[in-house]
């Protein structure tokens, strides 16, 4: 229904910073519940972090709270996760996702549209 598309990964030492962006098309952008995930080879995709339809609301996995910012520009359909004083341990690839629902979720089967995903890797 909508489709999501990633940019802005790369190498970062740690203690740097990246933005990501989800530039969204097909859909209704406003009407989405927009959230970041992250996943490891090997491990089960990890929730960092959603956004409501108006962007009032945020939540954030403990392991990043109060060093990743999501936000949205609905004028724009773009989505943005703001990575400051990354850790080895935040390298993954990164998925943005949109869920069809005014309620925010975390988990992973809750949100019906993935993008292809974003290397992130920091170094130590």
């Known amino acids: 229904q909508v489709q999501l598309v990633e940019s802005g990964g790369g190498l970062v030492q740690a203690g740097g910073s990246l933005s990501l962006s989800c530039a969204a098309s097909g859909g209704t952008f406003i009407r989405y519940v927009m959230g970041w995930f992250r996943q490891v080879p090997g491990k089960e995709r990890e929730f960092v972090a959603a956004i409501s339809w108006g962007g009032a609301t945020t939540i954030y996995a403990d392991s990043v709270k109060g060093r990743f910012t999501i936000s949205r520009d609905n004028a724009q359909n773009t989505v943005y996760l703001q990575m400051n004083s990354l850790k080895p341990e935040d390298t993954a690839v990164y998925y943005c996702?949109?869920?069809?629902?005014?309620?925010?979720?975390?988990?992973?089967?809750?949100?019906?549209?993935w993008g292809q995903g974003t290397q992130v890797t920091v170094s130590s």
């Open positions: 996702a949109a869920r069809n629902a005014p309620n925010i979720a975390t988990a992973a089967g809750n949100f019906g549209s």
